[in-house]
């Protein structure tokens, strides 16, 4: 994904626009370094386009039942699959936080919307704003080099992990592991943070989704207008995937 440096957060109807989303497949992406670079052969960014017209902004389907402010998506239907999610946002001096709480439970509320046809929901379970130099991180990572670090110092195995920081020292805007390599986690930039499509879609990564180029599907490369529809095959896949992968983060 493209994006500029942002020092606030804005609201989804602003940030969505044309946007790539770049993940991290290590079955379908390889990379080969340039001599003398030590670049892990995991995780490459698609390439971006730079003449991709921005669309208007996209309208989030409404939550069909309140799922109490992202605290809880539990249900009674015995088919439904809660996921814990745990959020930490970056700070500093000069933001106080890329994330709020009360703007991350928002967040949650947008994408448990575009996840329920496929009976996925998620809910925040922990929350944490940080100064990610207390823990040896920069504000600003570079993703290539700081992103399994950036994990291995905040993920857990209860809980899907989302990691809003400082703006990436590249072009690319959110990274996430697919299944099966370890560490595991969504790194997502300040200006896309509370971006449900854009968070939704990595989430789709974390449970096995791999990119569709389908206009109106979450897991299209650019993210725009209308792109917030799953397929019963797509459900399918991140309901398997949370069964086999993520048992102990269903509620």
Same mark, same amino acid.
């Given at each position: 994904?493209?994006?500029?440096?942002?020092?606030?957060?804005?609201?989804?109807?602003?940030?969505?626009?044309?946007?790539?989303?770049?993940?991290?497949?290590?079955?379908?992406?390889?990379?080969?370094?340039?001599?003398?670079?030590?670049?892990?052969?995991?995780?490459?960014?698609?390439?971006?386009?730079?003449?991709?017209?921005?669309?208007?902004?996209?309208?989030?389907?409404?939550?069909?039942?309140?799922?109490?402010?992202?605290?809880?998506?539990?249900?009674? +239907?015995? +088919?439904?699959?809660?996921?814990?999610?745990?959020?930490?946002?970056?700070? +500093?001096?000069?933001?106080?936080?890329?994330?709020?709480?009360?703007?991350?439970?928002?967040?949650? +509320?947008?994408?448990?919307?575009?996840?329920?046809?496929?009976?996925?929901?998620?809910?925040?379970?922990?929350?944490?704003?940080?100064?990610?130099?207390?823990?040896?991180?920069?504000?600003?990572?570079?993703?290539?080099?700081?992103?399994?670090?950036?994990?291995?110092?905040?993920?857990?195995?209860?809980?899907?992990?989302?990691?809003?920081?400082?703006?990436?020292?590249?072009?690319?805007?959110?990274?996430?592991?697919?299944?099966?390599?370890?560490?595991?986690?969504?790194?997502?930039?300040?200006?896309?943070?509370?971006?449900?499509?854009?968070?939704?879609?990595?989430?789709?990564?974390?449970?096995?989704?791999?990119?569709?180029?389908?206009?109106?599907?979450?897991?299209?490369?650019?993210?725009?207008?209308?792109?917030?529809?799953?397929?019963?095959?797509?459900?399918?896949?991140?309901?398997?995937?949370?069964?086999?992968?993520?048992?102990?983060?269903?509620?």
């Amino acid at each position: 994904m493209n994006s500029k440096t942002a020092h606030s957060p804005h609201s989804v109807h602003s940030i969505l626009g044309a946007l790539i989303i770049n993940v991290f497949i290590l079955t379908a992406c390889q990379l080969t370094p340039t001599p003398g670079t030590n670049i892990p052969p995991i995780e490459v960014p698609t390439a971006p386009s730079p003449h991709s017209p921005t669309p208007p902004a996209p309208t989030i389907p409404p939550v069909a039942a309140p799922v109490n402010s992202g605290k809880s998506c539990k249900s009674s +239907d015995p +088919d439904f699959q809660c996921m814990a999610l745990k959020v930490v946002s970056y700070e +500093d001096s000069q933001m106080p936080s890329v994330l709020s709480e009360a703007k991350a439970l928002e967040l949650v +509320d947008q994408m448990n919307a575009v996840w329920s046809p496929c009976k996925i929901g998620f809910q925040m379970e922990s929350y944490l704003s940080i100064n990610p130099i207390t823990v040896g991180l920069d504000f600003h990572p570079n993703w290539r080099t700081q992103s399994t670090q950036v994990r291995s110092t905040f993920s857990d195995s209860q809980s899907f992990l989302v990691v809003a920081t400082g703006s990436f020292s590249s072009a690319t805007i959110a990274v996430t592991q697919m299944p099966g390599y370890a560490p595991f986690g969504t790194l997502v930039e300040e200006q896309y943070a509370d971006n449900p499509l854009t968070v939704g879609h990595e989430l789709g990564h974390y449970m096995g989704l791999y990119h569709l180029r389908n206009s109106t599907n979450l897991m299209n490369p650019y993210i725009g207008p209308h792109t917030e529809n799953l397929t019963a095959s797509q459900c399918e896949i991140a309901r398997s995937t949370n069964r086999s992968n993520w048992v102990h983060m269903m509620r």
